[in-house]
C-alpha cells in the first residue's frame, strides 16, 4: 500500500521472523515515545499559562533532553536520540496544525496502546535484496546476522537511490509490525504513455466506490465472503463491549472500589482470543477493500484520460455531521482511494484536478445548475427543471464541468 505525498511514495513493508527480545524492544521504543510525547503537552500548557508563549521544536527537544537526564527517568536512553527527538517534532508538527485551525488540540497517547509505533532513524537503514530480503533497522538487530527478513520486492531500491527515503516508522498492528517509508520520487521520470482519451469527473462515496462522469460504475465488493467477516467482526466486537461492561459492574458493586480510582478491567484468556480474532477480522476487511481499491485506480488510470477531476474530501466533518454513516466512512478510507487515483494518473501523465472542499457537487443540477439538497435519497431530482438522475453519476457530471472551467491542476 502506497500513497502520494508532494514528491515522496508511502510504502509499507511487513516484518517477518521478530523474537520476543525485539518485540519487547520495539514496545519500549514506544513507550518511551508515548511518555515524552504527553510531557510535551503537558509542557506546552504550562509555557503558555506562565509566559503566554509557545517554546517551539527546539524549545520542545531542551526541555525533553532535561526531562530524560533526570534520575528516575534515565532509563529513557536506552531509546535512541533520534526517536525521543522525532516524538517532539511530531508534536510540534500537531500544534502548529491546531495554531492554523487545521486541527484539534493534540490529545495526550495511551501509554499502554496495542498499535505501537515509533520513528527510526532513515539513513541508518539498509536494504539486502537477497534470498531472503534482508533489512537492517538500527536499534532492532535481527538473526538472519544483524538483519530482519521482510517483503522488499516492490521498493525502489537501487544502488543509486541508497538513501532517497525518509521518515521511517515502526508500526504495529495488532497482529503483524510494519516499516513505513517515504521514497523519493524521480521528478525526471517521463510519463508511461501520453494520455489520449477525454477527461471526466470521479465522485467516490458509500454506496458506489467510484462514479465516472462517462457513465462507468464500479461497486463496492460486497460478495458473501466481506459479508461474512463484516458479521463476525460485529458479533466479536458486541461480546468484547459485553464483557468489558460485565467487569465494570462488578468492579464498581465490590465493596473496596475507590470512586476516584479509574477502573481497571482485567482481561482473561478468552477475551483476549476475541481481542486477537477481531484484530485479524478487521485486517481481512481492510485488505479486501486496499485490493479492490487498487484494482479500480488501475484500471482508471489505464483509460489514460487527458485529465481527471476529483472532490477533497472532509472526512472528519461528515463524520460529524452524518453520526449514522461515521464507522462506515472511516471503515471505506475513502481519502486514500482518491490518494490511489491521485498518483497512478499522474504516473500516466494524466492532469489531476482538485475540487475544493466547499465545491457542492452533489447539490448542484447537472443541466440547468440549480442548486438544491438532496439529503439521503439516491435520485437527484431537480425542483427547477425537473431532471431526475442519479446522484452520484450527477455529482460526477459537476466534477466533469468544473474540471473544464478550471483546467489548473492539483498539486
Known amino acids: 500500500m502506497?500513497?502520494?505525498?508532494?514528491?515522496?511514495?508511502?510504502?509499507?513493508?511487513?516484518?517477518?521472523?521478530?523474537?520476543?527480545?525485539?518485540?519487547?524492544?520495539?514496545?519500549?521504543?514506544?513507550?518511551?515515545?508515548?511518555?515524552?510525547y504527553n510531557f510535551g503537552i503537558e509542557f506546552v500548557q504550562y509555557e503558555y499559562q506562565n509566559h503566554r508563549k509557545y517554546p517551539k521544536f527546539f524549545g520542545l527537544c531542551e526541555a525533553m533532553r532535561n526531562f530524560v537526564n533526570q534520575d528516575e527517568n534515565r532509563w529513557m536512553k536506552q531509546v535512541p536520540a533520534y526517536t525521543r527527538a522525532m516524538t517532539m517534532k511530531i508534536l510540534d508538527g500537531a500544534f502548529q496544525r491546531f495554531f492554523k485551525k487545521q486541527a484539534k488540540f493534540p490529545k495526550p497517547k495511551k501509554i499502554d496502546n496495542p498499535h505501537y509505533s515509533f520513528s527510526i532513524q532513515s539513513d541508518s537503514i539498509s536494504f539486502h535484496k537477497t534470498e531472503k530480503n534482508l533489512i537492517r533497522i538500527p536499534g532492532l538487530s535481527g538473526k538472519y546476522d544483524g538483519h530482519?527478513?521482510?517483503?522488499?520486492?516492490?521498493?525502489?531500491?537501487?544502488?543509486?537511490?541508497?538513501?532517497?527515503?525518509?521518515?521511517?516508522?515502526?508500526?504495529?498492528?495488532?497482529i503483524n509490525w510494519w516499516l513505513c517509508i517515504s521514497f523519493k520520487l524521480d521528478a525526471n521520470q517521463e510519463p508511461i504513455e501520453t494520455p489520449t482519451g477525454e477527461g471526466f469527473g470521479i465522485d467516490v462515496g458509500l454506496r458506489t466506490a467510484a462514479y465516472l462522469s462517462n457513465g462507468r460504475k464500479f461497486d463496492f465488493p460486497y460478495t458473501m465472503r466481506v459479508k461474512t467477516l463484516l458479521h463476525r467482526k460485529n458479533k466479536l466486537r458486541s461480546a468484547i463491549d459485553k464483557y468489558?461492561?460485565?467487569?465494570?459492574?462488578?468492579?464498581?458493586?465490590?465493596?473496596?472500589?475507590?470512586?476516584?480510582?479509574?477502573?481497571?478491567?482485567?482481561?482473561?484468556?478468552?477475551?483476549?482470543?476475541?481481542?486477537?480474532?477481531?484484530?485479524?477480522t478487521c485486517r481481512q476487511i481492510t485488505n479486501i477493500y486496499h485490493t479492490f481499491y487498487?484494482?479500480?485506480?488501475?484500471?482508471?488510470?489505464?483509460?489514460?484520460?487527458?485529465?481527471?477531476?476529483?472532490?477533497?474530501?472532509?472526512?472528519?466533518?461528515?463524520?460529524?455531521?452524518?453520526?449514522?454513516?461515521?464507522?462506515?466512512?472511516?471503515?471505506?478510507?475513502?481519502?486514500?482511494?482518491?490518494?490511489?487515483?491521485?498518483?497512478?494518473?499522474?504516473?500516466?501523465?494524466?492532469?489531476?484536478?482538485?475540487?475544493?472542499?466547499?465545491?457542492?457537487?452533489?447539490?448542484?443540477?447537472?443541466?440547468c445548475g440549480n442548486k438544491h439538497k438532496v439529503g439521503s435519497n439516491e435520485t437527484y431530482i431537480c425542483p427547477n427543471c425537473g431532471l431526475e438522475i442519479n446522484r452520484d453519476l450527477n455529482a460526477a457530471l459537476n466534477l466533469k464541468k468544473y474540471g473544464i472551467d478550471n483546467p489548473t491542476p492539483y498539486m
Request: hydrophobic letters at 25%.
Open 148 to 174: 530482519i527478513n521482510a517483503k522488499q520486492h516492490h521498493l525502489p531500491i537501487d544502488k543509486e537511490s541508497k538513501h532517497n527515503f525518509k521518515n521511517a516508522r515502526i508500526k504495529y498492528d495488532g
Open 244 to 280: 468489558k461492561n460485565m467487569e465494570r459492574k462488578k468492579q464498581e458493586r465490590s465493596s473496596s472500589h475507590d470512586e476516584n480510582r479509574e477502573v481497571q478491567i482485567p482481561i482473561s484468556n478468552r477475551q483476549m482470543k476475541r481481542i486477537n480474532r477481531y484484530r485479524k
Open 2 to 36: 502506497y500513497s502520494t505525498i508532494h514528491q515522496y511514495k508511502y510504502y509499507k513493508v511487513k516484518l517477518y521472523d521478530l523474537n520476543d527480545e525485539q518485540i519487547e524492544k520495539a514496545k519500549l521504543y514506544s513507550k518511551v515515545s508515548a511518555i515524552l
Open 294 to 367: 487498487h484494482t479500480v485506480s488501475r484500471r482508471i488510470a489505464d483509460m489514460y484520460p487527458e485529465w481527471i477531476c476529483i472532490e477533497t474530501l472532509q472526512v472528519k466533518e461528515i463524520q460529524h455531521n452524518n453520526k449514522r454513516n461515521s464507522a462506515n466512512m472511516h471503515e471505506a478510507r475513502l481519502s486514500g482511494f482518491l490518494d490511489m487515483i491521485d498518483y497512478k494518473c499522474r504516473e500516466h501523465g494524466t492532469k489531476v484536478i482538485r475540487a475544493p472542499k466547499s465545491f457542492p457537487s452533489s447539490q448542484i443540477c447537472s443541466k
